[in-house]
């Protein structure tokens, strides 16, 4: 059973399009997370949902935009893709009780390329 | 503002060779846990461990072992006997607790390649 999935696993796309990634996890955790990883491996989270509440929200264009339907799931949507959001981007999820003792748990990450 | 620098880009040892990735941090907190994630040329993140600030103790988990230093603001990981598996970037983490969340910062990853 995976514990964080996240569909599709690749997207490609053109340019000005509008394209979703979906976030589950079974863990029973309260909060998740997106992550952006560029073409350097560099990781930077982008959001963050506990309980359904924004918790973080990093300095990202306001074309993204996270949507969280219940503790179990976190969607990512993006409006008007540039081609610099071209990106894995990952999933993750973590209790969620007391952020110091939280462990994250990361999904297998979505390839998105934008022509 | 928390930072963490894994100043080795690329590793690459023979097979049998022990190898040490290095981490470095700066934070102002005083409580804060610290973290190393591998990453194998598959692309998933997987948690290797977590560390408090208040522990000390060097911890060993069959050939990895990690080696945390407050006063140098260190947390190096080591693998002894390197095989081809342990092929993967490795990345070193800081996190920042936030209610309800937390906020990882993550190094720049080493990637670390193990030759036949």
């Known amino acids: 059973d995976t514990a964080v999935s996240q569909t599709p696993k690749y997207l490609v796309t053109q340019m000005g399009n509008d394209k979703s990634i979906k976030c589950e996890q079974n863990l029973g955790h309260d909060t998740m997370y997106w992550y952006k990883q560029d073409s350097k491996k560099f990781l930077k989270i982008m959001f963050s949902y506990n309980n359904k509440e924004l918790i973080i929200n990093e300095t990202v264009p306001n074309r993204f935009s996270p949507k969280s339907p219940d503790k179990a799931h976190l969607n990512l949507h993006i409006n008007s893709l540039e081609l610099g959001d071209s990106a894995v981007y990952f999933c993750?999820?973590?209790?969620?009780?007391?952020?110091?003792?939280?462990?994250?748990?990361f999904g297998p990450g979505t390839r998105l390329t934008v022509l | 503002a928390q930072k963490v620098t894994q100043a080795q880009t690329e590793i690459s040892v023979v097979e049998k060779e022990d190898v040490t990735l290095d981490c470095v941090y700066e934070t102002r907190d005083t409580t804060y846990y610290l973290f190393w994630y591998k990453q194998p040329p598959s692309g998933e993140l997987v948690f290797l461990i977590r560390r408090n600030s208040f522990d000390e103790q060097n911890e060993i988990s069959g050939r990895y072992s990690w080696n945390f230093q407050k006063s140098t603001s260190s947390f190096n990981f080591t693998i002894t006997a390197s095989q081809v598996v342990d092929s993967a970037v490795y990345f070193c983490a800081l996190s920042e607790a936030l209610r309800g969340a937390q906020k990882l910062v993550f190094g720049q990853g080493t990637r670390l390649t193990i030759n036949p």
């Open positions: 993750a999820s973590s209790q969620g009780q007391g952020g110091f003792l939280d462990t994250q748990y």
